[in-house]
Structure formats: structure tokens, C-alpha cells
């Protein structure tokens, strides 16, 4: 494979995390207009929030049997359209089971989407034989921070749901196409046929530690998005207007983050890289948890987007490592853990902080990153911190 080649190829997904992002962020940061669009009860809504990322498991199930076939750029090739689409199809209906139907949609194919996405990285990392994975996550990152910042435009002008998403949808479909020309996986043709024989060689019992690690930190980004604006408003006693920063600041740092994350894997390894993120994240959730005022409460935040970009990247890395011979399988199952912790947590915060408190809640994501330093080891030996089961010559170190 030239060089060439995999530089488009980095270029292209990259551009599909960025469009992830995007359409995600405009989903999740209207809720409140998707709500009262439809009319959606506050008893039926929390139905709806939960049936997307349990969909998404099984559309992430569902891809690691398809992509022995027709291979992850296949999958992502029409995935990510059709996530656009259901996007668009929730801002254009009027009835309840439309939005069942759009959303439903949303939850099957973005399940789909993020596995075969993962599986191309790490492929392509694979490839490059250093780690770049951080690198795509970067890209979703800054994808949330603009569909985050158009979905406030659309608020803050009193735009219906279809004229906020109508725009995105139309500049981000063709790009989506014609970037997915130049997919490219950092395998053998024929690799995707071996993949498939050593499916069941993929040990539950060793990916486990990689799936709690992926809960875990799911479940700390989880806190942060549904609970920092109202940790900040009703225990800090901020300002309703100031309550929305510490999430945009959580994005940013996120951001910053995973776009420096991999010189730091390439120069420490990614053992190191994560037991740091985990023991910033942890610190992060103990600033907030005994915070005195709202300025202490956002430098926790932003020690928590510093601390847990890192984890996710790197876990989809070391399952790539774990199992060389069947890496699309590993991310496929180890996908379905991202919605895992994406359920779990952000009911437990509340439940906790309903029933005991809101500063005692955030104790428990802490406890659980902090977690992931007995588990660090999953993520390989020195030697592998290129991004390959073993240092690759750098000889292909393009882009």
C-alpha cells in the first residue's frame, strides 16, 4: 500500500469522525425541542434516550458478522448516510412513531457506524505501524463542538428541528460520500476471511478488562454531559448561563487532548498514557466532588476532558493488539460496552444524587476510572506502543 494511499485513507475516516461528531451533537443537544416537537411525556422520554444505545449494541453486533463479507469501509460507506438521514427524518416528522422510527433508525446504524469506524483505525494504525488513533477521536471531538455550537444557533434563533438539521444534513452527505472513495483498511484482502474463522478465538475472558475500562470511562463522560450544567447551577450555585460552560470546556479540553495524545503514546507507550488519563480523570471527579464554587468546579471539568480522552482511543488500540487475527471482532464486541456505560451512567449519578448527594455521586464515577489503573496492563507491553502487535519499522510513518 502506498503511501499516498494511507494518507488519503487517514484523511477520509477522519473526516467521517468529524461528521459523527457532528450529527451526534446536534441529536443530543436538542432533546428538549425533540421532546416537545413530539410530545413527548417526561415519562416516555428517558424510553426513548434508552432505546438508541441499546440499538446501537445491537447494530454493533450485528456489524461484527457483516464486515466478514463485506468489510468495515463497506459497513461505514452506507452506515453513515443512512445515520444522516435518520437525523434529518427526526427534525422532519410530526407524529410520536415517527420519531420512534427515525430514532430507532439512528440507533441501528450509529451502532454500525462506530464499530466499523474503530475497526478502519485501528487497521490503519495497523498500517502506519505508530499510534494515530487519538488522532480520529480528535476529529469527532472537534465534529461536536461545531454541531454543539450549530445546534445552540438553532436554539438561540428559534429554528424548527428540520431547519437546524436541513443545513447540516446537505453540506455533510456528499462530503460523507465522496470522502468514503478513498477508504482504505491497513490489511490483506484477505485478511477479512481470516477474521471471520478466528471469530470465536476472541477470549471473552481476556477482552473483559478492555470492556470494563470502556464502561467505565463511558460512564464518567456520561456524568459530565448529562450532569455538569446542573451540578454547577443547583450544588455550586452558579448562574443558569454560566452552568452551560463546564460542557463546552469538557469538549475543548477533550479536544486538545486527543490531539496531542498520540506523541505522548509514541514517546511513553500507552500503558503510561492511560494510568495518567485515569489518575487526572479520577482527580478531576474529587475537585468537583469537593468544589466551593463554580470556577473550582470547571477546573475539575476540564481536568476530567484532559484525563478521559484518552482511555476510549486507546482501548479500541489494545483490542486491535490483543487479537491481531481478528481485531474487527474484538471491536465489535467491545463496541457494545461504549452504550453500556453510556446507560448506566448517567442514571446512577441521578438515582445517587436523588437519594444521597450530588457531591457524593460524583464519587462513584471517580472510584470507577480510578479502576481502570488495575486493568492498565490489557493495554500492552512497551514494545507495542506503535500500534501494532509488535514496533513496526517506521519506515511507513506517513502523514
Not at 487526572?280 to 473550582?296: D, E, K, Q, R
Request: net charge positive; charged share 10%; aromatic share 10%.
Amino acid at each position: 500500500m502506498t503511501d499516498a494511499r494511507l494518507r488519503h485513507g487517514r484523511a477520509s475516516l477522519a473526516l467521517s469522525f468529524f461528521v459523527q461528531g457532528v450529527t451526534f451533537a446536534l441529536l443530543v443537544t436538542r432533546i428538549p425541542a425533540i421532546q416537545d416537537r413530539y410530545g413527548i411525556s417526561d415519562g416516555l422520554l428517558p424510553v426513548f434516550l434508552a432505546a438508541v444505545p441499546i440499538l446501537a449494541g445491537v447494530g454493533s453486533v450485528v456489524t461484527e458478522k457483516v464486515v466478514a463479507r463485506v468489510r468495515p469501509r463497506g459497513v461505514l460507506r452506507w452506515a453513515q448516510p443512512v445515520v444522516l438521514l435518520a437525523l434529518l427524518g427526526v427534525g422532519a416528522g410530526s407524529e410520536l412513531w415517527q420519531a420512534a422510527v427515525a430514532l430507532g433508525v439512528f440507533g441501528l446504524s450509529v451502532g454500525a457506524l462506530d464499530a466499523s469506524m474503530n475497526m478502519m483505525g485501528v487497521s490503519l494504525q495497523r498500517a502506519y505501524g505508530r499510534s494515530i488513533m487519538l488522532g480520529f477521536h480528535a476529529a469527532y471531538s472537534l465534529g461536536g463542538i461545531a454541531g454543539a455550537s450549530m445546534a445552540w444557533a438553532g436554539a438561540h434563533w428559534d429554528l424548527t428541528l428540520l431547519a437546524s438539521y436541513l443545513p447540516a444534513v446537505v453540506l455533510l452527505l456528499p462530503a460523507a460520500f465522496i470522502g468514503s472513495r478513498w477508504y482504505v483498511e491497513g490489511k490483506a484482502e484477505g485478511e477479512g476471511q481470516e477474521a471471520e474463522r478466528q471469530g470465536g478465538s476472541v477470549s471473552f475472558k481476556l477482552l473483559m478488562p478492555l470492556c470494563l475500562v470502556m464502561s467505565f470511562a463511558y460512564i464518567g463522560d456520561s456524568t459530565v454531559s448529562n450532569w455538569s450544567a446542573k451540578y454547577l447551577q443547583d450544588v455550586l450555585g452558579s448562574s443558569e448561563q454560566l452552568s452551560t460552560v463546564p460542557y463546552n470546556v469538557y469538549m475543548v479540553t477533550t479536544l486538545l487532548g486527543r490531539a496531542v495524545g498520540d506523541f505522548g503514546v509514541r514517546r511513553f507507550g500507552a500503558v503510561a498514557v492511560v494510568r495518567f488519563g485515569s489518575v487526572l480523570a479520577a482527580a478531576g471527579f474529587a475537585v468537583v466532588a469537593v468544589a466551593s464554587g463554580a470556577w473550582i468546579g470547571m477546573l475539575g471539568f476540564t481536568m476530567l476532558g484532559l484525563g478521559l480522552c484518552v482511555i476510549v482511543p486507546q482501548t479500541f488500540a489494545a483490542a486491535g493488539r490483543m487479537f491481531p487475527g481478528a481485531s474487527d471482532t474484538a471491536i465489535a464486541r467491545l463496541n457494545v460496552f461504549n452504550y453500556v456505560g453510556f446507560l448506566v451512567g448517567s442514571p446512577l449519578v441521578g438515582a445517587l444524587g436523588d437519594a444521597w448527594s450530588y457531591r457524593g455521586a460524583m464519587l462513584v464515577p471517580m472510584v470507577l476510572v480510578l479502576a481502570t489503573l488495575v486493568y492498565a496492563k490489557s493495554f500492552g507491553s512497551e514494545p507495542a506502543r506503535y500500534g501494532g502487535g509488535h514496533e513496526r519499522p517506521r519506515t511507513v510513518d506517513v502523514g
